[in-house]
């Protein structure tokens, strides 16, 4: 049994993983951003927006990258189970 398909899982799961850090880094200088202007006093509903734009961000970041890895596992493990080398896209 050849391993190309856990060899390109694991590519997937990397991938997966340096979008995520990429599109979570915004969210973390929004949350620094939103304590930072809400130490100085700034009214609640910018507060109120900038924190549910970063909440926005981090789930949807989270929802995609589970979608993206339970996604590449699933084709993983076909392709284990029918004894293919690797899965078509």
Same mark, same amino acid.
């Given at each position: 049994?050849?391993?190309?398909?856990?060899?390109?899982?694991?590519?997937?799961?990397? !991938?997966? /993983? @340096?979008?995520?850090?990429?599109?979570?880094?915004?969210?973390?200088?929004?949350?620094? $951003? *939103?304590?930072? $202007?809400?130490?100085?006093?700034?009214?609640?509903? @910018?507060?109120?927006?900038? *924190?549910? $734009?970063?909440?926005?961000?981090?789930? !949807?970041?989270? /929802? $995609?990258?589970?979608?993206? /890895?339970?996604?590449?596992?699933?084709?993983?493990?076909? !392709?284990?189970?029918?004894?293919?080398?690797?899965?078509?896209?």
């Amino acid at each position: 049994m050849s391993h190309k398909a856990l060899v390109k899982f694991a590519g997937h799961v990397l !991938a997966a /993983t @340096i979008i995520f850090v990429i599109i979570a880094v915004p969210a973390a200088v929004l949350w620094s $951003l *939103t304590h930072f $202007l809400e130490a100085r006093g700034v009214d609640p509903m @910018i507060i109120w927006g900038l *924190t549910f $734009l970063e909440r926005l961000i981090f789930c !949807a970041d989270v /929802t $995609l990258f589970g979608a993206w /890895t339970v996604a590449s596992a699933v084709k993983a493990f076909k !392709a284990i189970v029918n004894g293919e080398e690797e899965w078509k896209e």
